[in-house]
T-cell receptor
């Protein structure tokens, strides 16, 4: 089992659809992240969860809604997206050992979900 | 403010050549960590190295080596005897106390190794 898995790997949706991205980590980590990677733009941090609590919401539009039911699973619920939301969405995990402040430990990434919004 | 600059957008070399990817960072903190990640065409970012600000020793791992110089705020990455499998986008990143829960990524350098 690979460390961080993401499903689906590819998703095409219309602007009125509702879909969810799923991320699962098998590394025993306690922090998880969502990133957005658009063409020719730096990686953008979207959300951070540490110990299942959201500790960062990086000014993300409300049409993106994260959910972290436990330390191994992270979801990103999508609704009424725009074409400019088309991107690669990456999930990552790490071990947070600073008691709520995310540590400096390296993050391990999943393969991403390639999202296309029509 | 924290910032990571990778001035080289794309690099293309012939297999077996050595290649250096540049990374310049900005931070006001004295404690910080620097990272390099590799993103092959499959899309998954692969962690390569983490270096803390108090350890300026250069590091070598096989054909990979890293040169950390605080005096120039640089953390450069060299691949020796490059191979086609090294073709990927490489990201330099910074995490410091001020950024708390964030790793600040550079814009990446796309490396193409031609056979």
């Amino acid at each position: 089992e690979t460390g961080v898995t993401q499903t689906p790997r590819h998703l095409v949706m219309g602007m009125t659809n509702k879909k969810s991205l799923k991320c699962e980590q098998h590394l025993g980590h306690n922090a998880m992240y969502w990133y957005k990677q658009s063409a020719k733009k730096p990686l953008e941090l979207m959300f951070v969860y540490s110990l299942e609590e959201r500790v960062e919401n990086n000014s993300v539009p409300s049409r993106f809604s994260p959910e972290c039911p436990n330390s191994s699973h992270l979801f990103l619920h999508l609704h009424t997206l725009q074409p400019e939301d088309s991107a690669l969405y990456l999930c990552a995990s790490s071990q947070d050992d600073r008691g709520g402040l995310i540590s400096y430990n390296e993050q391990f990434f999943g393969p991403g979900t390639r999202l296309t919004v029509l | 403010a924290q910032k990571v600059t990778q001035a080289q957008t794309e690099i293309s070399v012939v297999e077996k050549e050595d290649v250096t990817l540049d990374c310049v960072y900005e931070t006001r903190d004295t404690t910080y960590y620097l990272f390099w990640y590799k993103q092959p065409p499959s899309g998954e970012l692969v962690f390569l190295i983490r270096r803390n600000s108090f350890d300026e020793q250069n590091e070598i791992s096989g054909r990979y080596s890293w040169n950390f110089q605080k005096s120039t705020s640089s953390f450069n990455f060299t691949i020796t005897a490059s191979q086609v499998v090294d073709s990927a986008v490489y990201f330099c990143a910074l995490s410091d106390y001020s950024s708390a829960s964030k790793i600040i990524f550079g814009s990446g350098t796309r490396l193409s190794i031609r056979p």
